[in-house]
């Protein structure tokens, strides 16, 4: 396979193209869905083929092929090299790259239990069981999920800059949704466990402690009441802080964001753009998270992405070709959801940084304001700097201690005003948020997490008018 890979390669530099490169795909997966005590689905896959991507005289050109053979393979230099001869002296922008060493290397997977020892029916029997312990919990739950995914894969990305990598991967997930429901009030709680690993990750889950927790928070929103709406200062956990972290900020430091002009931290380098408190970085080394990796998918090496540090903007997350475009050095940001699709500028594990405050000083010392607790969801538009997040939990504080339990509250603003009011950062920090960011059709592992903060005057949306907290 290598040689043909190379080969492949060498004709594209004889053929013209300044650069290419290949990435070559095999896996299979398996799903599983319980509701309402059904197994509703429960389906396997496997995947098989390969990307060819060449740059000729400023223009890309791009074909995929599930099937790795060699005449296949030649098949998409043919149509690559033409999409990029025919778009040459027609593109805007001409494409660039910017050149990095050659690595050579294989990557390991690293699992306790690979899935698929496991026979399928045990790991549908742990899925229902899950599932089981939040249907069972209380009459008032009218609705229960659980889902089950694993993944087994292999890699290869090699470049005309003489790259050559072959890694595996193994990565696990479950989640378990409960909705409780009384009267009119219908309220839902959720929790998820997705990392690279195997079937360990499963079978290490308590589905009395795990799923009846679950359970136990969507009966707990029937008894909280609607929360306010008006100005506070709130404290956020360290979910919604990943979610903000995300969401907010994330996203507009990826470069190709930068580039095309749809970011608020365009032009905005060594700037101050947030509170001096805070550092936000996205980084794929830290181990055992949903958004780690060792190589991105142009075969640069992982690396911490400093994005604030200390309330100054100092980068962002960069493919070859935006590092290119921007003048930087290529920091391994560049990843692709499979063979058929182009790697693109993503995050990996994104989250702001740890401060020196404990939460029990952070809520002494507010007078009066809101603890928000548990991401739901967020989005972002990036080019007016624009947020919503939606979070599970809201408590009043009132004179330093915590009060009355609301349900369904968002918060809105725009980024930098609002990381700009952050004045205390928590000691600590936790990751709870693994699971896929969508981008451009494409979906990514990622995780998110960060310390607990306070922000000064957020703007809460809720179904009481509560004026503004002090």
């Known amino acids: 396979m290598r040689d043909l890979i190379e080969n492949i390669l060498h004709d594209a530099r004889r053929r ?91 990557v390991e997977a690293t699992a306790e239990i ?25 009459d008032r739950i009218v609705n229960s999920r659980a889902n089950y995914a694993d993944g087994v894969g292999s890699l290869i990305i090699a470049n005309t800059f003489g790259t050559y990598i072959e890694q595996q991967s193994m ?7 409960a909705t409780a429901q009384s009267g009119d009030a219908r309220q839902i709680a959720t929790e998820s466990e997705a990392r690279p690993g195997g079937y360990e990750i499963a079978r290490a889950i308590d ?12 009966l707990a929103l029937l008894d909280a009441v609607p929360a ?4 506070f200062n709130v404290i956020i ?33 060594g700037q101050q753009v947030c509170s001096p408190l805070v550092t936000i970085a996205d980084d794929p080394t ?43 050095e290529p920091n391994g940001a560049a990843r692709a959801e499979g063979h058929q699709s182009e790697p693109i500028v993503r995050m990996s594990n994104t989250f702001i940084d740890a401060g020196d405050a404990t939460l029990e000083e952070m809520i002494a010392d507010t007078k009066d304001g809101l603890l928000l607790k548990g991401g739901y969801w967020g989005y972002v538009f990036t080019a007016r700097g624009q947020f919503t997040c939606n979070v599970e939990n809201a ?47 494409q979906g990514m592992s990622v995780d998110a997490g960060g310390p607990y903060l306070r922000i000064r005057d957020v703007v809460v949306g809720g179904q009481q008018q509560a004026g503004r907290g002090q």
């Open 171 to 177: 990565r696990c997930s479950v989640r378990v949704a």
């Open 237 to 269: 956990d360290p979910r919604v802080c990943g979610l903000l972290a995300h969401e907010a900020f994330g996203h507009n430091a990826e470069a190709d964001a930068v580039w095309a002009g749809e970011s608020i931290l365009a032009g905005r380098e």
């Open 16 to 106: 013209g193209a300044s650069f290419a490169d290949l990435r070559v795909n095999t896996g299979e997966s398996t799903s599983i869905s319980v509701e309402d005590g059904q197994a509703d689905k429960v389906s396997s896959a496997s995947r098989s083929g390969a990307g060819l991507r060449v740059l000729v005289d400023g223009a890309w050109g791009f074909a995929p092929t599930n099937s790795i053979t060699g005449e296949e393979l030649r098949r998409c230099l043919d149509d690559a090299m033409s999409m990029a001869k025919a778009a040459a002296g027609h593109v805007a922008e001409p494409g660039v790259v910017a050149e990095v060493e050659p690595v050579e290397d294989t």
């Open 286 to 328: 830290l181990k055992g998270l949903n958004g780690s990796f060792v190589y991105d998918h142009e075969g640069v090496p992982a690396r911490r992405h400093d994005i604030v540090r200390e309330g100054v903007l100092i980068g962002y997350l960069h493919s070859l070709e935006t590092a290119a475009r921007l003048g930087v």
């Open 395 to 441: 408590w009043a504080i009132r004179d330093g201690k915590i009060g009355q339990h609301f349900r369904n509250a968002s918060f809105a603003g725009l980024t930098m005003e609002m990381l700009s009011r952050v004045d205390a950062v928590g000691n600590e920090i936790s990751f709870d948020l693994g699971g896929t960011c969508g981008k451009g059709g």
């Open 207 to 218: 589905p009395d402690a795990w799923a009846g927790d679950v359970a136990d928070r969507a």
């Open 228 to 231: 306010p709406a008006g100005t």
């Open 114 to 138: 690979d899935p698929r020892e496991v026979p399928l029916a045990d790991r549908v029997q742990r899925i229902y069981e899950i599932e089981q312990v939040a249907r069972e919990r209380d």
